[in-house]
């Protein structure tokens, strides 16, 4: 690979020939071997969005040439559309203000402006500095574009994801209405309920889910920009930020504003903790109903096997005709995974030193990650399970009709402590409940039947 030579601050540095980035980026590539993680689409999105609104208000108010302006926001269009996301090479674990992937994008930016105004890239006709990065820091665009991303990524991903799994969900609940079965607590048998109303319970915590994640949205909505290096706002001439923010708004419809803080917004990440809260606590409700099916669904000869779910792939290399639970086990590692995220990023906002947080890559690739995964999962598991879940009326119907905490509806009739001996006289002789019941004559037949109605348990009060 043939190299040229680009210069910045530090002074002159080789850089592959047909990279668009500069020296300043090189120099990070170096410094940080770190890992395989670079930032999502999402991110790169959120900073080419950032930049090409800032080079058109720069542009319209004379603070760039207007041939620089024009040049500039069409690179950074390209940013957005991901035409150059190969240019940004830059590890997560890096500079924890992010300087090192603003730098990036401005030295990719300003270079493509420079070929798209037909001169050498390299030359500075286009400064990443003075044109792409004015009224700008490092520690306004990163904090900004963390929120643009997330706010977005939750809006137009993960929002619709889970509604859609909790509108399935509530599709089963709806079919499930009057299959009878034993409720469980403790893994213990318990007294009957319906298969749909266990389902609406799923549904109800993905639906709360929806309902957690646009109380978080707005707070993300406030976006850092126009405070530059520390808060003050210095560089940033008077109403630059507010213009940038407005065009931010027309472009992605998401009701941006301005931070009314800007030493809150840029030394605290308080927003991105508050929202990775919310997706844990997603994340808590997606694994309680994934497990939920897996349980269900056990068996299918020696386990509950309630319900049935849709058969995908073999479950064994060594064992013939074995099938697993393989969407739930998929969701409850994301779960898992979206709940370790959130504690790296708690631990991050807690790491708001001074005037700035130094742990925003970390924050905004496990946010993002977050976002991403339980979208990518709520969608999965809506498709490739709940929709093809079948219940076994006949298996759920004669678990239910052997448990012996029906003996609980009797209670008003025949007190507890009778009612626990009788429990457990039917388990100690393998009898039922009715039977024990009639030959200890503490009701009689009629009166039995009555109260010893399964589906009449499941819908409360004293029978």
């Not at 509604?163 to 007294?191: C, E, I, P, W, Y």
């Not at 560089?235 to 419809?253: D, E, F, H, K, M």
């Not at 999965?380 to 029906?406: F, K, P, S």
């Amino acid at each position: 690979m043939g190299y040229r030579i680009e210069r910045d601050s530090m002074g002159e540095l080789h850089v592959p020939s047909d990279a668009l980035y500069g020296a300043s980026t090189q120099r990070a590539v170096e410094n940080f071997p770190i890992s395989s993680l670079r930032f999502s689409r999402r991110f790169i999105w959120a900073m080419g969005l950032i930049k090409g609104s800032a080079a058109r208000v720069s542009g319209s108010a004379g603070y760039v040439p207007d041939e620089i302006a024009a040049a500039v926001a069409q690179a950074a269009d390209e940013v957005v559309d991901g035409v150059l996301d190969d240019q940004f090479v830059l590890d997560i674990f890096q500079t924890g203000s992010g300087t090192s992937t603003n730098t990036n994008a401005n030295e990719v930016i300003a270079n493509r402006a420079v070929q798209l105004m037909g001169a050498t890239i390299g030359d500075r006709t286009v400064h990443p500095n003075d044109h792409v990065n004015f009224g700008q820091s490092s520690n306004d665009v990163i904090p900004t574009a963390i929120h643009v991303a997330a706010s977005a990524a939750i809006r137009e991903d993960l929002i619709p994801a889970l509604s859609a799994l909790s509108g399935s969900l509530q599709d089963k609940a709806d079919a499930f209405v009057d299959v009878v079965k034993s409720g469980r607590t403790h893994l213990m048998d318990a007294t009957p309920v319906t298969l749909g109303q266990e389902f609406s319970g799923y549904a109800d915590q993905a639906r709360r889910g929806v309902d957690r994640l646009r109380v978080v949205v707005p707070d993300l909505e406030e976006l850092p920009l126009g405070g530059t290096a520390v808060g003050t706002g210095i560089n940033a001439p008077p109403g630059y930020a507010a213009s940038v923010i407005r065009s931010l708004s027309a472009r992605t419809g998401i009701p941006f504003r301005e931070a009314p803080n800007h030493f809150e917004a840029q030394a605290a990440k308080d927003a991105v903790v508050m929202a990775s809260g919310a997706l844990k606590t997603v994340a808590v409700s997606l694994f309680k109903i994934a497990n939920d099916l897996r349980w269900l669904s056990s068996g299918p000869r020696t386990g509950l096997a309630e319900i049935k779910l849709p058969a995908l792939q073999p479950g064994s290399s060594i064992m013939p005709g074995k099938v697993n639970p393989v969407i739930p086990e998929m969701a409850m590692q994301v779960a898992a995974q979206v709940i370790g995220n959130d504690a790296a990023i708690v631990w991050g906002g807690a790491n708001g030193n001074l005037e700035l947080n130094v742990m925003m890559p970390m924050m905004a690739h496990n946010l993002l990650e977050s976002i991403d995964l339980l979208a990518n999962a709520s969608a999965t598991l809506r498709e490739r399970c709940v929709e093809g879940i079948e219940a076994d009326v006949e298996r759920a119907r004669a678990l239910a009709d052997t448990n012996l905490i029906v003996v609980t509806a009797l209670n008003p009739r025949i007190g507890y402590d009778k009612g626990a001996e009788v429990a457990k006289e039917a388990f100690a002789t393998g009898r039922t409940i009715r039977e024990v019941v009639l030959e200890k004559g503490l009701l009689d037949a009629e009166e039995l039947d009555r109260v010893l109605d399964i589906k009449r348990m499941t819908e409360g009060g004293v029978l």
